[in-house]
């Protein structure tokens, strides 16, 4: 009892605070996304925020229990919790129950659950283990290649279930690596990658293509700071330009215009290379080969989308970026969304006087679109709240992760940090038209018991991670 | 051991920080700067009218137009918006009783008082037009328009199938609907509902306190674009359908016409059916009800793929053409017939005969001592091992199982296994003779009406089928399903089909059983049967396929209770032929005969 009382005595505060702030909060915007005159007993179990009460009352348990559980338990155990969930996340494909064409739901009586949401603690779990061992070595290939695989693995079992939301999220692990020494020019290379890939489906090609290559010779000039250069570069790409669509016209006929570039572009870079060559100008050859890299990634991106993928995968992928909407309502509701939240104004319209929340024209209204309710019954001082409360949490969980002794600790620590960034950055982009619909919750304020339990778990873990850190040295 | 990477926590910090930031900027920009999200203080509310999309046409292999839509109107309530008013007025203008009123208004207020929901449903557009005038009186109230199925002719319910309003569990089920839309039911309006539906739209008017729209909202940015279901174009002959459908009329049973060489479904009549008309808008639910509960003639039960009958002597083709695969007898083996072949007797003709002169004259000896040696096989081990390689065969031509026909509830048939016989008889205890009824098809076997026309098919095409379908193209350009186009090779050599097509020539055109089918210029090649009917009188049954060469039509007939197959199946598969080939009926009395027969008593 004392140990389990001195545990409590050195909780992080102002973490448990936030949390219970966050729950509190999201059970009463809840409660508006679902109010209506006729039912309004706040332990209506036929209503969403009924259940969520329950829902809240099990975590609060759940906490507990992660935090009176001996800390080297989840060090010792940490690849057996792992592989207990890709197990659970292999069943639910052949026993899950199919909702909405996805088969991610375990149906045990009337209560539904989802193993991905636990999936995320148990991942980071694993991934804090191996690299406790190793984590200077995350610049050889095999260490690093190993760590990303135990992230990837239950990645991809999601997608087939497929839940391309939730996959998404473990992307957010990279951020551990990039933490724990992994070059950043991994890092750079792969959100830049990201970022094409969603430009090159959204925008006009040729533009994309033009921007790039704008891109650079505004990169060269920040480099080298000298105009002569990069106009003589220019002026190479524009006769390279001129001089390929003149064999265009005369000899291929069908080059497309951002063919047409891509391979003036190609061509001058040979002029380019040897005055890099002569200058021993490298970083001008870096942001070239950049250049390149991007403008054959965008083009293969392209390339794959139209040739290669079957039509209802382009479909999906067209809809999870809001390029093609209203098919499964998705644009639909990125519409509804934003009109809510607008509509909240500077002050918003008051606790339960919103009007367009009420419309149940936003199916997903208390789950991965409760923060239209936020947005328009709180205002824009209710959003700036709720962002600055998952600023400091993540800001303070940092700190936290930083005074650990034990890589293992602070790695784990930095787990936590990345998929509650990602959940909180995508779900509020999403609702905000910011990005694409992703249809992941908000953690500690969505409607779920999965979600909500699968938060808690990887946040108290952690926090009874560093509330005893003094103790073992796991 | 010192932590090199240690400053990259700003690194993290400052990502954490960068993202938050652009969440605020977007939030600041669409909370405080754009204005246009905004509703400005006087309480103005958003009206959400939902476009729906106009349901695709279907079409006849023709062109002919089946399947349209016709205007009508939902009056839809928004409940909040509702303000005092001449509720007596207003209910002479609907027509409805003023409990009715209370009781409409309570259940719209219980959904939702913001949202709007349907106040009375399909307003038919002359109503419509007298309520237009006086709607401004009445805010809260406005109409949404939407459309109703409509028939240019009274045929083919079982095919097209009809359209509903979708109910709770499928909305559960499925995000696309919602509720008030439509969703096809049975035939084709189920089975090609993604395609007919189109695209839902949505229109958001801004509206006044005085629940005036002030316009569209956002500059109609935020609006989604209805997009109209795709066409349908269908396999069947409109013509040739209503044809099956007057001469089935007053009949119990089912014909199926079939292209041989696509599987295209030509005509698909099961009698007794309704009116597709009956099944659509306010009458719906009462003329379903009434269908569904009228348990004598079943008129929602697509005899043509729900019914399973035994196949009769129109099976004998088959066992002769296994016979002849297995070579257990050729088309020159001749078996003598004394009226009849141990336990099962025969009717009179001449004997003995050979294979093709057993199918013309429907000789059950003949095919009970074929099945006899295609069991007794001695290549085989033992009777199961031959019985099985027998069924493998039916296999092929599509018996025992679902053919795959776009319409839901088809029956699979019945071709017992060994498995059953052994149950039934004791392992080793049964022989070809226990079993020797299915030789002229009788006994266990049960076959859809569908089944049977796919084998006629199959012969006509001298060995291949393609799966029947319903569906020529959706669209104007998008195929159907690949499995409809694939040719399903039956394993029988195409010359082994020669000597039993003759035999149906005969049948027909010679001495044998089907002289009544013949048809001037036109060699129909057919086959009668009587399919057992433990119940009452036995059913009629007669399937054919013309012309011999470079067939066009292969057809499956039964009349339930009618005796023999040459007495009414053989003359309305006669009819349905020559209608389709050459557009018109040279023996009229028979034409008379079959419409003027009524055979249910009514
Ligand atoms: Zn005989």
Redesign the pocket.
Same mark, same amino acid.
């Given at each position: 009892m004392t140990r389990n009382a001195s545990i409590w005595a050195r909780i992080d505060k102002l973490s448990v605070v936030i949390f219970l702030l966050m729950i509190v909060m999201g059970w009463l915007n809840i409660y508006a996304a679902v109010y209506n005159e006729e039912h309004t007993r706040i332990l209506d179990m036929s209503q969403r925020y009924g259940k969520q009460f329950v829902w809240i009352i099990a975590t609060l348990v759940i906490a507990v229990f992660a935090v009176v559980t001996d800390s080297r338990f989840y060090f010792f155990f940490a690849y057996f919790i792992y592989g207990g969930l890709l197990l659970l996340l292999v069943l639910v494909l052949f026993l899950g129950k199919d909702i909405n064409g996805a088969r991610s739901w375990f149906q045990i009586g009337s209560l539904n659950l989802q193993p991905t949401e636990f999936a995320k603690f148990g991942t980071s779990l694993a991934l804090a283990s191996y690299l406790n061992a190793r984590r200077h070595d995350l610049r050889k290939l095999s260490v690093f290649l190993t760590a990303t695989a135990i992230f990837m693995l239950p990645a991809l079992l999601i997608i087939m279930q497929p839940d391309m939301g939730s996959a998404v999220v473990f992307f957010a692990l990279f951020l551990v690596l990039l933490r724990e020494g992994m070059s950043p020019f991994v890092f750079i290379s792969g959100v830049l990658m990201v970022v094409l890939f969603f430009f090159t489906l959204i925008f006009n090609n040729l533009y994309l293509n033009g921007g790039l290559i704008i891109l650079a010779f505004a990169a060269a000039w920040f480099v080298v700071r000298k105009w002569k250069p990069v106009l003589a570069g220019i002026l190479i790409l524009i006769v390279a330009i001129l001089a390929m669509t003149l064999v265009n016209k005369l000899i291929f006929k069908s080059m497309s215009d951002e063919r047409i570039l891509f391979v003036s572009a190609l061509l001058s870079g040979a002029a380019y290379s040897i005055y890099f060559y002569s200058r021993k100008a490298l970083q001008l050859l870096v942001i070239y080969l950049f250049l390149i890299g991007s403008l054959v990634f965008v083009n293969s991106v392209d390339f794959t989308f139209n040739h290669i993928l079957k039509p209802h995968q382009k479909e999906r992928i067209e809809i999870l970026l809001g390029m093609k909407s209203d098919l499964h309502g998705t644009g639909y509701n990125v519409n509804q969304s934003i009109i809510s939240i607008g509509s909240g104004g500077f002050a918003g319209k008051g606790y339960l006087q919103g009007t367009q929340t009420k419309f149940k024209f936003v199916p997903a209204q208390s789950t991965d679109f409760i923060f239209c309710t936020v947005g328009e019954e709180w205002g824009f001082l209710g959003s700036l709240f709720v962002i600055a409360l998952y600023v400091v949490l993540l800001l303070r969980l940092i700190m936290l992760a930083e005074r650990q002794r034990s890589d293992f600790s602070r790695i784990y620590g930095y787990c936590v940090i990345s998929i509650l960034f990602i959940h909180f950055f995508v779900n509020i982009g999403m609702a905000s038209g910011l990005l694409p619909v992703i249809g992941i919750p908000l953690p500690f304020f969505s409607y779920g018991g999965s979600a909500l339990w699968g938060f808690t778990i990887l946040l108290f873990i952690f926090l009874r991670l560093d509330a005893s850190r003094t103790e073992y040295l796991v | 051991m010192k932590d090199q990477y240690i400053n990259r926590k700003y690194l993290i910090g400052s990502i954490i920080i960068i993202a938050a930031a652009a969440l605020l900027v977007r939030l600041f920009i669409i909370q405080v700067v754009e204005k246009t999200y905004r509703l400005s203080a006087d309480n103005n509310v958003l009206r959400y009218v939902t476009q729906y999309p106009a349901r695709g046409l279907i079409y006849d292999r023709n062109g002919k137009l089946l399947v349209y839509n016709q205007a009508a109107y939902d009056l839809m309530v928004v409940p909040a918006q509702v303000t005092r008013m001449d509720t007596a007025e207003f209910c002479r203008l609907l027509g409805i009783t003023l409990p009715s009123f209370r009781e409409r208004l309570r259940a719209a207020k219980t959904y939702s008082r913001r949202a709007s929901s349907v106040f009375l449903k399909m307003i038919a557009a002359e109503d419509y037009a007298r309520l237009q005038e006086t709607l401004f009186k009445y805010p809260g109230f406005y109409v949404q328009p939407r459309t109703l199925r409509k028939y240019s002719r009274p045929i083919g319910a079982h095919l097209l199938g009809y359209v509903s309003e979708v109910d709770e569990s499928l909305i559960r089920k499925d995000p696309y609907y919602k509720s008030g839309d439509y969703i096809g039911k049975l035939g084709i309006e189920e089975a090609y509902e993604k395609e007919l539906r189109g695209k839902r739209g949505v229109k958001i008017f801004l509206m006044d306190v005085y629940s005036r729209v002030k316009g569209s909202y956002a500059d109609g940015r935020l609006d989604t674009v209805a997009v109209q279901g795709q066409d349908i174009i269908s396999t069947l002959d409109e013509d040739l359908q209503e044809y099956g459908e007057l001469l089935m009329r007053n009949k119990t049973g089912s014909i199926v016409a079939l292209e041989p060489q696509t599987g295209e479904v030509l005509a698909l009549v099961s009698s007794p059916n309704y009116d597709p008309g009956l099944l659509v808008g306010r009458v719906r639910s009462e003329n379903f009800s009434k269908l569904n509960s009228d348990t004598v003639f079943r008129p929602l039960f697509n005899r043509a793929l729900q019914a399973s009958y035994p196949p009769g002597s129109t099976f004998k083709p088959i066992n002769g053409l296994i016979g002849l695969q297995e070579k257990v007898i050729t088309p020159f083996t001749m078996f003598g /017939?004394n009226?009849?072949y141990l336990f099962v007797s025969? @009717?009179a @003709?001449s !004997?003995p005969?050979d294979l093709k002169g057993g199918i013309a +004259?429907s /000789? +059950? !000896?003949?095919f009970c001592q074929t099945f006899r040696r295609i069991l007794e096989n001695p290549v085989y081990p033992s009777i199961g091992d031959a019985y099985m390689s027998w069924k493998r065969y039916l296999d092929q031509f599509g018996f025992g199982k679902k053919l795959g026909i776009e319409l839901t509830n088809e029956l699979p048939g019945l071709v017992p296994s060994t498995a059953y016989f052994d149950k039934y008889y004791g392992k080793n205890r049964w022989k070809a003779l226990t079993v020797i009824s299915m030789a002229i098809g009788q006994g266990e076997l049960g076959t859809t009406p569908l089944q049977m026309a796919n084998m006629l098919a199959a012969i006509a095409n001298r060995g291949y089928y393609r799966v029947p379908h319903i569906v020529k193209s959706i669209g104007n350009s998008r195929p159907i399903n690949e499995k409809y186009l694939k040719k399903n090779i039956i394993g029988i050599d195409s010359t082994n089909f020669e000597s039993i097509i003759a035999g149906m020539e005969e049948a027909v055109n010679g001495t044998g059983t089907a002289r009544v089918a013949a048809l001037k210029d036109i060699t129909v090649c057919g086959k009668t049967g009587t399919a057992q009917n433990p119940h009452g009188k036995d059913h009629s049954v007669f399937v054919a396929f013309a012309p011999k060469d470079h067939p066009r039509i292969a057809i499956a007939v039964y009349v339930e209770n009618a005796g023999f197959g040459a007495t009414y199946a053989a003359p309305v598969a006669s009819l349905m032929i020559e209608k389709y080939l050459k557009g018109q009926i040279t023996n009229k009395d028979m034409e008379d005969r079959i419409l003027n027969l009524n055979l249910i008593g009514q």
């Open positions: - | /017939c009226r009849g025969c @009717h @003709h !004997s005969l +004259n /000789c +059950n !000896s003949y």
